[in-house]
């Protein structure tokens, strides 16, 4: 009876250690089912772990391979409708192109291709002009629009990286929105990041102008229709105010609203690509001044060149460059030397300028998405103090009342990658995040709580 007892006891102790230790595996186990569980992840080595979102996941059919050159899938008779739709207007005499551009491509720049000439204007009439440069808002234009893929406005490019969550924070600590321009394969990867702030690059990040008129289609529709559904979040939670994706299906699934912005992966679009954009809802957003921090490869474009390049900005900005016309500055947020180059220069570039603003708000764009239940302030009153106005929320799956995109499923986008890039669009820099060298900053300890940030087309934070 005495062994059996022990024997009995010794279970009863394993089970209760065994029960324990579940539980403070529980306990020190991320929450990776919701944005706000993502956002507390402040390791970018915990954050960078792949997760699976099933309202995203369980979509993967619906859309392209991640990171594979886009088509309209067979089957997607809303794609398929949508493109007979437009297509008409989409013009025929302007081929697919080759890079670099040839010899033999025509000194006029006939096509308005940016890659040539760096032409802002089309050719064609029925074609708005893009936006390059931020537009004198009343008596005060001094502001900036940084970004990294779609519209003026301060921001970043190529995300969403997987170990951002203490660069947003930075942010967050400043009270600073800001324009992000995600790819869509990015967010189908990141979606919970993707929460956090959202505006539309492409599917696969590809040149633009290589691709046929239906294929570029694709790239455009799918990375629009990834959107992530999460809680009607308060808008006073958000980060950001514009978000622009140019897969329209993916975000859509992964965000729960549809952008009205992108803009090309490396500013590679003509008029044939303009119009397809066009016909899709999207205003395409350029920039006029260069950081380089994207393309740093150790031998014609180093670290030094992007330290470079950011001075001179900020030296053309004290010099009144920019008394009356804002100007959009390409940074993205790719890898850890990109967010911590942009944390450096924050208080520089916060001195230079009177007011950083997101591309939306120097537009005067209150509605930045399709969807109605989502506002922007004026410009107006964002350097008044107001960075966040009534209504502007997420829907959730449940409450959402527009319909996807496609008829099988939300599709999403994304963009192809530059040399430094490694194949899932994440420098191969990045794998330690922003962490390590903001914290070296002196950014460790931020104690803020991870907000989500809506997509917003044409109305970036």
């Known amino acids: 009876m005495q062994l059996e007892n022990s024997s009995l006891r010794r ?10 230790l579940r539980l403070v595996d529980a306990q020190a186990a991320p929450d990776r089912s919701s944005e706000a569980g993502e956002a507390a992840i402040t390791d970018p080595t915990a954050e960078c772990q792949p997760y699976d979102y099933p309202p995203v996941s369980s979509q993967t059919k619906a859309f392209p391979g ?10 997607d008779t809303a794609a398929q409708a949508k493109w007979n739709s437009i297509s008409g207007s989409i013009p025929t005499n302007i081929s697919v192109k080759t890079q670099p551009p040839p010899s033999s491509y025509s000194s006029s720049d006939p096509d308005c291709w940016w890659t040539y000439n760096l032409c802002t ?8 002009p893009d936006i390059a440069s931020a537009p004198e808002v ?3 234009a001094r502001f900036i629009a940084v970004h990294g893929h ?24 400043q009270n600073q929105k800001a324009t992000f321009y995600f790819i869509g394969s990015n967010v189908q990867d990141y979606p919970l990041e993707a929460q956090r702030a959202l505006a539309e690059d492409t599917w696969s990040h590809p040149y633009m102008t290589t691709f046929s008129s239906e294929d570029a289609f694709a790239e455009l529709w799918y990375c629009a229709s990834f959107f992530v559904y999460g809680p009607p979040y308060d808008r006073r939670e958000l980060i950001l105010i514009y978000l622009f994706f140019a897969a329209m299906q993916m975000i859509k699934l992964a965000v729960g609203v549809t952008p009205t912005c992108w803009r090309p992966p490396y500013g590679d679009v003509d008029d044939r690509i303009r119009s397809i954009a066009h016909g899709l809802g999207l205003t395409t957003i350029m920039w006029k001044y260069d ?6 490869d150790g031998k014609t474009i180093t670290d030094q060149t992007v330290i470079n390049n950011y001075n001179n900005f900020i030296n053309q900005a004290k010099n009144g460059s920019f008394s009356s016309t804002g100007a959009i500055l390409l940074t993205h947020e790719l890898n850890n030397f990109t967010m911590s180059e942009a944390v450096t220069f924050y208080p520089q570039l916060k001195s230079a300028f009177q007011h950083l603003a997101p591309v939306g708000v120097t537009l005067n764009k209150t509605q930045p998405y399709v969807e109605s239940n989502y ?11 107001t960075k966040v106005t009534n209504g502007s929320s997420l829907a959730s799956p449940n409450s959402s009342t527009t319909d996807s995109p496609s ?8 963009a192809t990658s530059s040399a430094s890039d490694s194949p899932n669009g994440q420098s191969v820099a990045s794998s330690n995040g922003a962490l390590g060298t903001i914290q070296a900053l002196g950014y460790e300890s931020f104690g803020l709580a991870m907000l989500l940030v809506n997509v917003a087309i044409c109305g970036l934070w």
């Open 291 to 296: 950081t380089a921090d994207a393309s740093v």
């Open 407 to 414: 008829s099988t499923a939300a599709s999403s986008s994304s």
């Open 150 to 173: 779609v519209f003026d406005g301060y921001g970043f490019d190529d995300g969403p990286n997987c170990g951002h969550n203490v660069f947003y924070n930075f942010l967050l600590s």
């Open 375 to 385: 506002s922007l302030p004026t410009f107006g009153q964002y350097i008044s103090g």
């Open 138 to 140: 009343g008596n005060d």
């Open 66 to 75: 991640n990171w594979v050159k886009a088509t309209i899938l067979a089957g």
């Open 11 to 20: 279970l009863v102790l394993t089970s209760l250690a065994i029960g324990l």
């Open 121 to 128: 204007d089309p050719k064609l009439h029925s074609l708005p």
